[in-house]
């Protein structure tokens, strides 16, 4: 995980860096600036093996993410962000479903582009979201190279299928830990984290996992269990509902969002991160598997021949929402979040799964959510956990629905329909996110353009 921002305009040091200072803390051990034949580049990063930029004759890049220095295979690597000048010609990179975050803009007709929004304020008036699954090239423009779409199905058995998942998760949890002896994982008791957390426990000699919640809170309990049953070192963080709201502020500032159901999720998730720093570098989470292996409760509503859409079209949605959530969570406390789900090995072997083994209906019972995940794991978890049903992230954790009662409480129906519309001529779907927008109003101000801001489908609306 790093920070990279980026003008290209030459002689722009002092701009980069205070660009750089407004989200330095996305890498608390190493800062560079570099000017080049294109314009001016800053990356903040980790201590790590190796540093996320290059300076070559004829080549300046900064990247946050995995890149390996192979330009014929870029496209197929993720997590990765990056921004270079080869040339003479500017060259900008996403992965492609957005696991690494950026942003851009214009400055007096220059180009301007960082890992995040607030890097951008002041700089330009307008900021866009540069799209997953694209690059850009000053030569050639903004290019599409990828979206993930619906292929057909792999003639697999249904235990063809568990144990070629398992194989797949195995490969990527060990790549991603590299060796390391201490690894940490985030830990709600659901099936996806769990899966993660038991993966890795295997591969590393100590784990720690990490759950957080109000007192009494499900995910609590279900955590605990699996965290005894693999063996990890466990930390629990129970927070109260006015800690919650005290660390509001914070967390709409480095989520850049206002959409309700987001910050709800947000809030637990990030002070576990906050958690989590004091004792690794890096964490596993669990995003990307409700998506995949069809884990939402409204998914078992939709016709079988309309399901692989469906789950193709919430993957895609997760760049400036789920995601967005892991990245600014962890990077707010200086750590990195592996997603081991959104890996393209696993991604690929995922969309190429049949259906009935996602959501795996029996004669007269109900349809059980990530079937396949739940059998590739098996013999891992404790049963209980196993089969534990879907839990949204605020339930779990406790949440519930207090949030929207607070913000029904301080907000008048008079003063939601006089602030409902926003500047861009959008609306807000409840008080709560009229709650969550005027803290983001306070520190972004009246942004004339919100489309970089995601909003969660099929979201409340009054």
């Keep these: 995980m790093s920070g990279i921002v980026g003008i290209c305009r030459t002689g722009e040091k002092r701009l980069v860096k205070k660009m750089l200072d407004k989200i330095g803390y ?26 996320p930029y290059t300076e070559q004759p004829g080549l300046t890049a900064v990247w946050d993410g995995r890149f390996f220095g192979d330009w014929r295979k870029i ?18 990179f996403r992965d492609g479903l957005g696991v690494s975050p950026l942003y851009y803009g214009e400055t007096e007709g220059t180009l301007v582009f960082a890992s995040e929004v607030k890097a951008l304020l002041g700089v330009t008036e307008e900021i866009k979201e540069f799209p997953p699954g694209h690059k850009y090239s000053s030569k050639q ?37 590299q060796g390391r002896s201490e690894m940490g994982s985030l830990l709600s008791g659901g099936i996806d984290s769990s899966a993660l957390s038991a993966l890795a426990r295997e ?7 990490f759950a957080a919640g109000l007192k009494d809170a499900p995910d609590l309990e279900f955590a605990k269990e699996v965290a005894e049953h693999i063996g ?65 409760s409204y998914l078992k509503e939709i016709e079988p021949q309309d399901l692989n859409g ?54 007269n019972e109900d349809p059980v959510e990530k079937w396949v995940l739940r059998k590739a794991v098996e013999d891992l978890l404790p049963e209980r956990v196993l089969w534990r049903p879907k839990v949204k992230f ?3 954790a406790g949440v519930e629905e207090r949030l929207a009662a607070y913000a029904e409480e301080r907000i008048s129906d008079h003063d939601f329909f006089l602030e409902r519309r926003l500047p861009d001529g959008s609306l807000l779907n409840t008080k709560e996110e009229l709650l969550y927008y005027r803290i983001f109003k306070e520190h972004f101000g009246e942004l004339s353009d919100l489309t970089f801001v995601g909003r969660t489908k099929g979201a409340p609306v009054v």
């Design 232 to 296: 990890s070192v466990h930390h629990e963080g129970v927070f109260t509902f006015d800690e919650l709201l005290a660390v509001l502020p914070e967390v709409v500032y480095h989520l850049e969002s206002f959409d309700a159901l987001l910050i709800r999720s947000t809030l637990t998730n990030y002070l576990v991160a906050k958690l989590a720093a004091n004792y690794v570098p890096a964490i596993f989470s669990g995003e990307g598997g409700d998506e995949l292996f069809a884990g939402y």
């Design 203 to 209: 591969k590393v000699d100590k784990l720690h996992t």
């Design 310 to 363: 469906e789950l193709i079209d919430i993957t895609n949605r997760l760049h400036n929402t789920a995601l967005q959530r892991v990245d600014r969570s962890t990077a707010a406390h200086g750590t990195k979040a592996y997603v081991g789900f959104l890996d393209p090995q696993v991604v690929k072997l995922a969309v190429r799964i049949p259906i009935e083994y996602k959501l795996y209906r029996e004669e």
């Design 394 to 396: 605020w339930e779990g």
């Design 141 to 177: 423009g903004l290019i599409k190279y990828f979206r993930l779409k619906e292929v057909p199905p792999l003639p697999l058995e249904a235990e063809e299928a568990a144990s070629g998942l398992r194989t797949a998760l195995e490969e990527v949890v060990e790549e991603y830990i």
């Design 75 to 92: 496209e197929s690597q993720a997590p990765l962000a990056l921004a270079a000048f080869r040339a003479g010609e500017t060259f900008l």
């Design 26 to 51: 996305r890498g608390i051990g190493g800062r560079k600036i570099i000017e080049a034949n294109g314009g001016t580049l800053g990356v903040v990063y980790r201590r790590t093996a190796r540093a």
